[in-house]
């Protein structure tokens, strides 16, 4: 069965939409408007009570103020909630547009009505915050004091963080608005359909290598068609960046990153050089599909292709879908399978592909008065499938922190925020494993697995190789064109495959539809980080047995609660450790040895 058929069958997914009740009636419901105004009122009163006095509150006193500020952060995320929700599957819409473009103004405001409190809280000497975060009265709060200090040299006046507050909204904010509509709008030409850009990367995983080669090239056509526009934004965004580094006086474009991620530059350059060094992983399994697929050469076009073994023609509904991911996640823990269980059955979860509707997935923390969300495009292929069980991952995490945390506590850095995600997907690989007793499906199973692992180990650092040289050239050489952008990106890519994969110039423009580089610059190399990360912890699972299973749902229900090293430290992980990253790429490299010695076993004449 080709894929063109499959894509016309139903997945189930069709009317799995989220229930945005919880927050409001619909965008004309007038509480929207009460609460907007309320909002504005409370920080008014707050900046009333609290500006200029912070250096004279006792510990008790600015704890008040903290947990008044919490009220505040509360009723912001109700709306702007709402508004993102909306926004992400109707990008389309004018009206959803200039509902989200009204709510990010007006927190705009609000947040240069509150910005005082942290340049007060970081103006305070530094004995005398030592001896505030010493009291027992600033206990709830003391870690997210203690770790606001580390922006202080950062940090410009208030006059200036106002301004750059209010000129977001019409500078990177628009901008990277304007690219996820630009691209949730494009329409790609494939045999007489207009496919959008979900539609149009899944024919890359499709039996036929045909099929193939056209998605892939017509996705290259789609992008140079809209390449101006693309290289102006992230001509723009790199430059906007550029401006902010320089005037916050941040030594290197990752630093604010690193900062947010509560991750020392040691630590990150560790991890890239870990990872660089050992792409000769990703060469090794490409020359074992090479062969495999009987081919004298890959293409990018060939590196998600299946390996039409008994596996490549595998459909999943939404309900087969389902049931696969939560009996795994209950298989593992009971508590986190129930908690995966609600996401469906009470429509947390938006899963159809739609027009307007944005690409990718992710999960949303919602407020802890409601519940989080999972935003999937599922279309029944197996990486749907990962991809709905990565981001339930994401989901429950949140779930459990917003039952013990508190405002400041309950959003995690990016680099643990990838934990739970990529342990949901080895939860239900693993399980799926377990119960397959067909060697030929096990081995394209474990493909399809690594290739997974890879895009979010390899891929990822390669892609935030891509984003380092982006960064420098543009803040040393000026604004940047198409082609320098595409000779950048192929070049980070190409050192990635090696000889293994051929990548054709068709391949160059394809730096121009990912998000991460502009919403979240610096963002990547999180993957990898929890990717290899998950594989320690996962050893450390299959070690312990059930016995890890409540301190990891305690280290998810930590939050941002402590430092990562300390909290990871609680379970047996030791980020300061050099040989930390080398223990993910040994398991990386073992799952390999376990591919080549069954596809020689299957398939010796191709070897």
Do not use: C
Request: proline share 3%; glycine share 6%.
């Amino acid at each position: 069965m080709t894929d063109m058929v499959k894509e016309q069958r139903a997945t189930g997914a069709e009317q799995v939409l989220w229930d945005l009740s919880v927050f409001y009636s619909g965008m004309d419901d007038p509480q929207i408007d009460e609460d907007m105004a309320h909002l504005a009122q409370r920080a008014d009163d707050f900046a009333a009570q609290y500006r200029g006095k912070i250096a004279m509150l006792n510990a008790a006193e600015l704890a008040q103020a903290y947990q008044a500020l919490e009220g505040l952060y509360a009723l912001a995320g109700k709306f702007s909630s709402f508004a993102s929700l909306n926004f992400s599957t109707a990008t389309n819409d004018p009206q959803v547009g200039a509902f989200s473009q009204k709510v990010d103004e007006h927190l705009s405001q609000v947040q240069q009505t509150l910005v005082f409190l942290g340049l007060e809280w970081n103006a305070l000497a530094d004995d005398v915050a030592a001896t505030l975060l010493a009291d027992p009265a600033l206990s709830a709060y003391r870690y997210y004091l203690e770790a606001e200090r580390r922006n202080k040299p950062y940090q410009l006046s208030e006059p200036e963080e106002k301004i750059l507050i209010e000129k977001s909204v019409t500078g990177n904010d628009a901008w990277t608005r304007f690219f996820t509509q630009l691209t949730s709008a494009m329409r790609f030409d494939f045999e007489g359909e207009k496919l959008n850009q979900s539609r149009i990367l899944v024919k890359l995983q499709d039996t036929d290598r045909a099929v193939r080669q056209k998605a892939a090239d017509t996705l290259t056509a789609g992008l140079r068609e809209k390449s101006m526009e693309l290289t102006y934004i992230f001509n723009v965004l790199a430059a906007d960046k550029a401006a902010d580094d320089k005037l916050r006086r941040y030594p290197s474009w990752v630093s604010s990153r690193n900062l947010r991620n509560k991750a020392s530059d040691a630590v990150v350059e560790a991890l890239i050089e870990t990872v660089t060094s050992s792409y000769d992983s990703v060469a090794r399994h490409y020359r074992i599909k090479r062969a495999l697929l009987g081919y004298d050469e890959l293409f990018d076009y060939d590196r998600y292709a299946p390996l039409n073994l008994k596996e490549s023609d595998e459909f999943y509904t939404w309900s087969q879908a389902q049931m696969m991911v939560t009996d795994a996640y209950n298989a593992f823990s009971p508590r986190m399978g129930n908690i995966a269980g609600r996401f469906f059955s009470d429509n947390w979860i938006h899963a159809p592909v739609s027009d307007g509707k944005r690409g990718g997935a992710f999960a949303s923390y919602g407020t802890r008065a409601t519940h989080p969300f999972v935003f999937v495009n599922y279309l029944g292929k197996v990486k749907d499938v990962m991809t709905l069980a990565h981001e339930l991952g994401h989901g429950i995490h949140m779930y459990l922190a917003n039952e013990v945390q508190n405002e400041f506590y309950r959003h995690t850095p990016l680099t643990t925020a990838e934990m739970a995600s990529t342990f949901g997907e080895m939860v239900v690989f693993q399980n799926l494993m377990r119960q397959e007793p067909d060697k030929e499906i096990r081995l394209g199973m474990l493909a399809q697995k690594l290739e997974g692992i890879f895009a979010t180990v390899f891929r990822q650092i390669s892609m935030n190789r891509f984003e380092n040289a982006m960064h420098t050239a543009r803040r040393s050489e000026g604004e940047l064109t198409t082609e320098q952008f595409s000779e950048l990106w192929i070049n980070s890519q190409r050192a990635m495959f090696g000889d293994s994969v051929t990548l054709r110039d068709e391949y160059k423009l394809w730096w121009s539809y990912v998000p991460h580089f502009l919403h979240t610059p610096g963002y990547v190399y999180a993957y990898s980080f929890g990717e290899l990360l998950v594989l320690a912890l996962y050893t450390q699972f299959q070690q312990e047995g059930s016995s890890f299973v409540p301190k990891y749902e305690s280290l998810l229900a930590a939050g941002d609660s402590d430092y990562p090293e300390n909290l990871l430290a609680k379970v047996g992980i030791n980020l300061s450790d050099p040989g930390f990253w080398q223990q993910g790429i040994a398991v990386i490299q073992a799952l390999i040895d376990e591919e080549e010695a069954l596809a020689k076993e299957l398939y010796s004449a191709k070897f």
